[in-house]
């Protein structure tokens, strides 16, 4: 089994947040390359003042397994 990665944006206002993006993905698996282009509409966003929190977290996968999920751009 391979590690599964959850890669996730999240849109906070004072003490509240909520998820504009998640993807699930298999680590190193034959979903493609290990590097994945993405976008992303903030159009909804115009307007407010927000901070964009992005998260990257190892969600299944066997103990062992070595995975450095990041985001970049």
Known sequence: MEAKVAFSIAACEAASCHEIFREER???????APWLDQ?????ALAGQE???????NVIAGPPEAVVFPVWSN
């Open 26 to 32: 298999e680590a190193g698996g034959e979903e493609g």
């Open 39 to 43: 976008s992303l509409s903030l159009d």
């Open 50 to 56: 927000v901070t964009l929190r992005f998260r990257a």
